[in-house]
Every structure is written in C-alpha cells, then in structure tokens.
C-alpha cells in the first residue's frame, strides 16, 4: 500500500481520537479545573449507557440497517428491570433476564424487517412509540421506585483503578472490535451491510445475519438500561427519550457509514465520549445547555463532511 | 515551438503534452493528430491516460507541458465552456443534463443568448432547432423535459449542445456503454453523418468492434504514453491489445487442445417462474459451453434459477451425480458451483470492502476454525489471486471500488477460483471491461477448462458473438426462455445462431 493512502487510513481512524483531544484540550484550557481526574471519570462514567447502546448500534449501521427504537427499548428494558428487582429476584438472574428482554424487542425488530421486507426506518419508528407506550401502559406512567436497600448498589461506584462499569464498557468494545474483523460473523455483517445481493450471490445467510444484528443491539440495549436504572435507581418509562439520536450521532461521528458496510465500535466509543466532553465541558465553562445542543450539532455535521470528503478522495 | 501556418491540413494536433499529479505521471508526453471529417479513436487500458488527455482537450485540465493547434490556431482552452466556445466539444459517459429543464434549456445551457436581463426565447428556439435538425429523432421536442427522455436522447442533448456552439471536433467518451443496440446502431449513423459534414471526432471505446466500424485511424495510449497510430483496416485485434498491454498476444482467445471428462452437471426440463422453460443442458468436465441470445430472452434468469438465487418451478438438477430440486445459493457453492453475476457494481461485489474482502467472501469457512478468520491469510491468499489474474491494485486490503471495472472484474472471477468450485457459470464476464482485461479472461478460462491436475467446466453467457465462438467448445442459444441443444463450435456459423436467436429458426 503506497504512503499516501496508508497515512489517509491512519488518519481516518485517528480523526474521531484528535476532535476528542482537541476539544478536551480546549475546554481544559478554558477552565483549568476540567483536567482533573474526577472529571475525566465523570465523563467516562457518564458515557457507558450510550456507548453501550452504541456498540449494538454500530453493528446495525454496519450491516446497513438502523434502528430508532433503541431510546424506547432502554426505557421499556429498564421498567422490566426495575419490576424485577421489586420482586426481590437475584441479580445475577435479573440481568440476564433484562438483557434477554431487550435480546427479545431487538429480535422483533430484526423479524418484522427481514421477514416481511419492510424498510428499518420504518419499523423501528413503529416499535420506537410501541415500546414507549408498554413502558407507560406497564408503570401507569409512573417511575417504579426500588427498594431503599437495592438503591444504594450502583455499578460503576468501586472497582479497580475505574468503575465497574467503565471496565465493562471498554471490555466489550473490545470484544466487538475484535469480533468484526476476526471472526466469519463479522465480516458478514460488513458483506451484508456493503451489498446485500453480493451476499446473496455468495451464499451467505443473509436473514439470520440481519435478525441476530438487531437481536445482539436489543442485548446491548437491555445491558444500557440496567445501568440506566442502577444510575436512577428507579424504573423510568420517560428515561432516555431522545437518546437513539445520541446513540446514532455517536455510531456516525465514530466514522460508520449510514449506507452500511462501514464503521467501527471504537470509533462509536470515541463519538459517545465526545458528546459527553462537549456537555460536560460547556456545564463546566458556564455555556447555557442551548449552545450544547449547536455545538454537539455542529459536530455531528463537521464529522459527516469530514466522511464525505474521504470518501470523496479515496 | 510550433507556427500557425503550414498545419491547416490538420483539425488538431497535441504535440508533447505531459501532465502529471503529484508525484503521479499520468501523461508522459503524448501526440495525437486529428484529420477534418475523421473519426479517430483512441484505445488503452483504463489508467493508461485517455480520460487525462481528453479533459486536457476539452479544457478541464491544464497541460504542464505541450502544444495544441487547433485548426491551424494556438489552442489553449481555459475551461470546458471556453473549449466549447473555440470549437471542440465533449461527450462524457456519465451525461451531464439537467433533467428538470426543457431540451431547449439544456441544449443553450451556459450560453443563453438574452435580451437585456432576459432570455431571448425566440433565439433559443431557433438555435436548438437547428441543432436537433440533425437528429430526426421523434422524441426531441424542444419543449420536452429532459429528464423524461431516455438515455440516449438525452446524449443526444448533449451532442446537440455542442452542435449548437459550432463545434468542429467531439469528443465521445465511451458513448455506448448505457445504451441499448438499437440506439447503439442509431447513434453510429449519427457519427458517420457528422463525420460526412467534415466534423473530426475522436472516440474512446473499450470494444474493438466499434473501433472498427467507425473509426480509419486509432492511437493506442499506454501507461501515459501514445504507443501507437495506426490505420485501423490493416491492424489486426490481437496487434492492438499487444500495444494496449505491452507483452505479445498471440490469440485474442487461446485454446489449449481440451479434453471432456465425465459428468459434472446434468440438467433436466429446468423451468423458472417465466423464464426459463424446459432447459435441458448436459456440462462435461473440460468443455466450456456458450449460452448465446438476445438480451431478455431468459439466460440471466437460466443461471440465477440454476444457481438458486430464483426459485425452481420445474425440472431438476444433478451435479456430481446427487440430483437436487429446490436448492440454495449456498447449497450449490457447497456442490462445488460458483456464479459470476453479470451486474458487477449492483450484484457481483460489495464496493467499500477490500478485495481481499471480496474474494473470500464465499469461502470464509477456510480461513479459520471456530467461526474465526485471519485477515493475514485472507491478504495472502487474495495477494496470489492478484499475481497470478493480473490484477492491477495496490495491495490486497484497499478497497474494491478503486479499482478499473476489468480488475474488478477479474477479482470477481478469483472468488470461483479460490473458493476451487467445479463448475463455474459466468455471465457476461467481459461485459463493459477493456481489452486487455477481457484477454486475461480468456486465457483464464482457458487454464480453467485445461489445468492438468484439476480441469473444471465453464458455463459463459455472452452477448458478443465472436467471443463466445473464440472459447467455447459448445454453444447453445436461448430465445423466449427455451434452449436449444448444444452444438460444437466447428458444426455452427455465427449466422445459425443469430437465426435461432431471433425466432427465425427453431433449433441450431
């Protein structure tokens, strides 16, 4: 590979790491007190449920899907988890339970577009108010409240060096990472996403693929809304609306392609702290939530040229 | 330095023309002279320079060194509009109209002649009427909107354009390539008429025949530089293609002495949902069996219902002796079948991933246990494929997509090959590809039929006659979704197919 194009690869993959720097330099800069640990921890903190949400997202992306429902999915997740943990079940059991669950919605997503050839968009537009709605039919519209002696417990208080929750979050990074360029599955999932009919051509199980993307981004979903309920401590039918967008703009900044066949979960990882960087730093810096919302806006827009103009070149 | 006078016998001479792009140099110094009233056409791989030296020609690039005349004058084009304006107009594959204006609009597009603030209508009118008198073609209103005009009416547009203007030299690039042949055919008597009133036209093409049809002289570009000039009635095709790449081609199309084994793939009374009907086709170990036929008569259709990727309806299929009715696409790769499809960009591969990537896309389950894949080894495998089809590319992880269509095309073909299947269908595998590219194929299917230790069996539809006499053994032609038995090349004539290809006769 000659020079040029290695060092524009290079730079592809280094582009979503240099706006995170650069940002956090220029909010440091603008407040010393940015550049402290437990900053730097808050942000991290602060960014596992969507980054979490974000590593089942990205998969969806790459295999040219896209799913709105994911922000419903949490809050409807996070409500079944809550209820379990009323009935005083054992964790370990609730987890799994609340991860089946979103493993379940996702699946139904996955089903209804595959099966019956229906557009992503489409559907999860549909599931978006469907799981929305059941979470408030289920609460009354209410929060369930867990019992004082579970509230208490959150997931990212302890743990070595970093929260529990942080080690999860960069453990499955890597594990995605890992899985979408070292295993068959994910070089499918790339094939699918890029050209569904060359797929076909070469055999590939092209509907399974689909349902177990979607399937493997409810998983993560469900894994985003105990750490949702954990951080609230109460299941919240209202919680997280909104968030598909951060979840998507994340996927986006981190370099995937809304079109499929390209994306990275570090990438995704790297989008998701960005937006926690900007919040975090505008609070910090006095900068009213409104110009958050420009900013972060203004980067999702910057990074989406940025990805025209390397493809433009390449 | 050249002088004014002396060259008006010439519509246009490069002299010396150098272009490079950092580092790259895309045009060493290349010549090309252009007669009044001639077609000449200029050939060459894809990267060899062409497109470089015709932008430079119509002004989208400037030369950093040489000379233009053109009539006799210095040329030296600012941009399109001014090369246009000074007489030389171009045609690009990838037409340029905007569809929500009238034909009239789009014909005085860039030079509206105006009335004060305004656009002189009647003017307008009168400009693109006499362009399109050229024409005679009933669907060019000047009112019409372009873009509810076929492809090529709307080349049409844009030749009209530069008629507009006057021009004495058009370049058309790759014109034919969107075009269906009863507009190919039109499109020709257009160029021999332009040609009789004394307009020079130079026209790229990948496909020899037209060059012949066409064109009296050709210059042939490789790696940036002009190789060649010659008259086209005394040059022959495999002279061309040996310029065009560098190395002696013997044979367009080689043919080791073959040898048919046993069985591999016997079908019986194959029926699709339309298309095909009946089809009945016994394949040999070693031969290579040509489906001929118009387009739309069922031969795509004949191969995706073959493969899987359409549904059976009737009919069966035993390959290797094991007798199948409702396969799999993923089945038959199993089986030891492989498909090229004919839609490369749509179909045949996935664009943003690597060739690596794409030639092991079927094959996976080799390049690891338990689910896992070495993207080293799917490097190194795919490196050899590169090697060894002559696929010009950087290395084996850049992205398909940046490579030339006859490249791509034979990355294409090595996903059969590594994936090592017994019988291969291709359909149209040199369709849209450059010379050089389709001669590799050829000698590739070739190998394929003839390798010692392992000869295998080709299945190739075509579209081009002569190609499909030049490798097969066996050609059979479809017409209306029914095919007729295969016969030997030897017992056929091109005429015996056509007739059968159009209805004129049942059977070869």
């Known amino acids: 590979m000659s020079k040029a194009t290695h060092l524009r690869s290079m730079l592809a993959m280094l582009g979503p790491f240099l706006a995170l720097l650069v940002v956090y330099v220029i909010f440091g800069s603008l407040n010393s007190r940015f550049f402290t640990t437990d900053v730097a921890l808050n942000i991290l903190t602060q960014t596992v449920i969507v980054a979490t949400a974000a590593i089942g997202m990205t998969l969806i992306i790459i295999s040219g899907g896209i799913d709105l429902s994911v922000g419903s999915m949490i809050a409807l997740s996070c409500v079944f988890c809550a209820w379990l943990t009323t009935k005083g079940m054992d964790p370990l059991m609730i987890f799994a339970a609340t991860i089946a669950f979103g493993a379940f919605c996702g699946a139904c997503n996955g089903s209804l577009t595959v099966k019956l050839k229906l557009l992503p968009f489409i559907v999860t537009l549909g599931t978006m108010q469907i799981f929305r709605g059941a979470a408030k039919v289920a609460t009354n519209g209410t929060p369930i409240n867990l019992p004082t002696t579970v509230s208490a417990w959150k997931p990212w208080m302890g743990g070595v060096g970093l929260p529990y929750g942080v080690w999860m979050m960069l453990a499955l990074v890597l594990l995605f990472s890992l899985m979408l360029r070292f295993t068959r599955f994910g070089r499918h999932i790339f094939a699918v996403g890029s050209n569904e009919l060359t797929a076909t051509l070469c055999g590939l199980p092209v509907a399974r693929i689909k349902i177990l993307v979607y399937t493997i981004g409810g998983a993560m979903a469900g894994l985003a809304a105990i750490m949702n309920m954990a951080k609230s401590s109460q299941g919240d039918p209202t919680t997280a609306t909104g968030m598909e967008l951060d979840v998507i703009a994340a996927v986006v900044i981190g370099g995937a392609s809304l079109s499929g066949g390209e994306g990275s979960v570090l990438g995704a990882l790297v989008g998701a702290l960005l937006m926690t960087t900007i919040r975090n730093g505008c609070g910090m810096n006095g900068i009213p939530t409104p110009w958050t919302e420009v900013i972060t806006g203004a980067i999702i827009v910057i990074a989406v040229i940025i990805d025209r103009l390397r493809h433009r070149k390449a | ?508």
């Open chain 2, 1 to 508: 330095m050249l002088h004014g006078s002396g060259h008006s016998a010439h519509r246009l001479i490069m002299r010396n023309i150098r272009k490079t792009f950092g580092p790259t140099i895309a045009l060493g110094k290349v010549d090309l002279e252009v007669l009044p009233g001639e077609v000449h056409a200029l050939v060459g791989e894809n990267g060899a320079g062409k497109s470089t030296l015709m932008k430079i020609l119509s002004g989208a690039h400037a030369a950093d060194t040489g000379e233009m005349l053109f009539d006799g004058m210095i040329y030296r084009p600012k941009n399109p509009l001014d090369a246009r304006a000074q007489g030389v107009g171009m045609i690009y594959q990838e037409l340029s109209i905007a569809p929500h204006l009238t034909v009239e609009e789009n014909i005085v597009l860039g030079m509206e002649p105006t009335m004060g603030p305004f656009i002189d209508r009647k003017t307008m009118r009168q400009r693109a009427m006499e362009a399109l008198s050229h024409f005679d073609h009933p669907d060019l209103k000047p009112t019409a909107r372009a873009g509810d005009l076929s492809v090529s009416v709307q080349q049409l547009i844009e030749i009209g354009r530069s008629l507009a203007m006057g021009c004495k030299l058009l370049v058309f690039d790759e014109p034919t390539s969107s075009l269906a042949q009863k507009d190919i055919e039109r499109l020709f008597l257009l160029i021999d008429r332009l040609k009789a009133t004394g307009i020079s036209i130079v026209y790229i093409s990948h496909f020899l025949e037209e060059v012949k049809r066409l064109a009296t002289r050709l210059t042939i570009l490789r790696d940036g530089c002009a190789v060649a000039t010659r008259d086209v009635a005394s040059t022959s095709p495999e002279e061309i293609v040996s310029l065009m790449v560098g190395r002696d081609v013997k044979d367009l199309y080689p043919r080791s002495s073959r040898q048919r084994g046993e069985k591999v793939l016997e079908i019986n009374q194959l029926a699709g949902k339309e298309k095909p009907k009946n089809v009945s086709l016994d394949l040999y170990r070693g031969e290579v069996i040509g489906i001929a036929g118009l387009v739309g008569s069922g031969r795509t259709e004949f191969l995706r219902t073959l493969f899987g990727l359409d549904p059976i309806v009737a009919g069966d299929v035993t390959v290797h002796a094991v007798t199948t009715t409702a396969p799999s696409p993923a089945e038959r790769w199993k089986q030891g079948i492989g498909i090229l499809s004919e839609n490369r960009k749509e179909e045949g591969l996935a664009l943003n991933l690597s060739i690596a990537d794409n030639i092991t896309l079927s094959s996976l389950k080799n390049f690891g246990r338990y689910g896992i894949v070495s993207p080293a080894v799917m490097s190194q495998r795919s490196a050899k494929w590169i090697e060894k089809l002559g696929i010009k590319c950087q290395a084996a992880t850049q992205k398909i997509s940046a490579l030339s269509g006859g490249n791509q095309q034979k990355a294409a073909l090595a996903r059969l090959l590594e994936h090592e299947v017994d019988i291969l269908l291709l359909d149209e595998p040199t369709r849209g590809i450059d010379i050089a590219a389709k001669a590799r194929i050829y000698e590739a299917i070739n190998e394929i039929v003839t390798d010692a230790n392992n000869p295998r069996a080709v299945i190739v539809i075509s579209s081009y006659l002569p190609e499909l006499f030049g490798i097969c053994d066996r050609i059979a032609v479809m017409s209306r979704g029914t095919l007729t038995r295969a016969v030997p090349v030897a017992d056929i004539t091109a005429e015996d197919v056509m007739r059968v290809a159009t209805g004129k006769s049942d059977n070869l």
